[in-house]
T-cell receptor, first 110, second 114 residues
């Protein structure tokens, strides 16, 4: 069974701080990695995607991938209360499907 | 920005009844997907669809489920005889290619089976 593991949280950070969200995956053949944000009762919203080892930055968000360690992370700089949500890590292997983690709840306190 | 649209937003159905959930994927996308999320649980893959046929399906997607692209825009999920455990949010997603491209999700249909 191919698994994606995330700490469920909640992760609480003060406004303006860096939030660090982590994810590990079991399928060494995984090829692409996605971070989605999900507000309560809403659908997953794509935040970032990364395919190669290293860092990828987009605005306040940085995705980091280490395939040797089977580890992907998301950093959110200058965290805002509106960033409070559940962050879903999703992994895609050779097939079509995304395998999701259970998500990490992030709370940004003002 | 183009988006995936789903109807209805909420469907209430008696157990044993058939239900059809509808999706309009992003217009230039070629790959279509259904996922579901039972309350408080992970998002789970159901099925992917390309070139008018199923390309992959999960163990959840048994004979009670079917998908169809009846015209050039709609993509539907049918559950033939609903069970209480089918109650969930159902998300449609689409992507413009198979390998690596992100899947964009619709707002979902909340299916409640009574």
């Amino acid at each position: 069974q191919k698994e994606v593991e995330q700490n469920s949280g909640p992760l609480s950070v003060p406004e303006g701080a860096i939030a660090s969200l982590n994810c590990t995956y079991s399928d060494r053949g995984s090829q692409s990695f996605f971070w989605y944000r999900q507000y309560s009762g809403k659908s997953p919203e794509l935040i970032m995607f990364i395919y190669s080892n290293g860092d990828k930055e987009d605005g306040r968000f940085t995705a980091q991938l280490n395939k040797a360690s089977q580890y992907v992370s998301l950093l959110i700089r200058d965290s805002q209360p509106s960033d409070s949500a559940t962050y879903l890590c999703a992994v895609k292997g050779n097939g079509n499907k995304l395998v999701f983690g259970a998500g990490t709840i992030l709370r940004v306190k003002s | 920005e183009p988006e995936v649209t789903q109807t209805p937003s909420h469907q209430v159905t008696q157990m044993g009844q058939e239900v059809i959930l509808r999706c309009v994927p992003i217009s230039n996308h070629l790959y279509f997907y259904w996922y579901r999320q039972i309350l408080g649980q992970k998002v789970e893959f159901l099925v992917s669809f390309y070139n008018n046929e199923i390309s992959e399906k999960s163990e959840i997607f048994d004979d009670q489920f079917s998908v169809e692209r009846p015209d050039g825009s709609n993509f539907t999920l049918k559950i033939r005889s609903t069970k209480l455990e089918d109650s969930a949010m159902y998300f449609c997603a689409s992507s413009d290619s198979h390998s690596n491209q992100p899947q964009h999700f619709g707002d979902g249909t909340r299916l409640s089976i009574l």
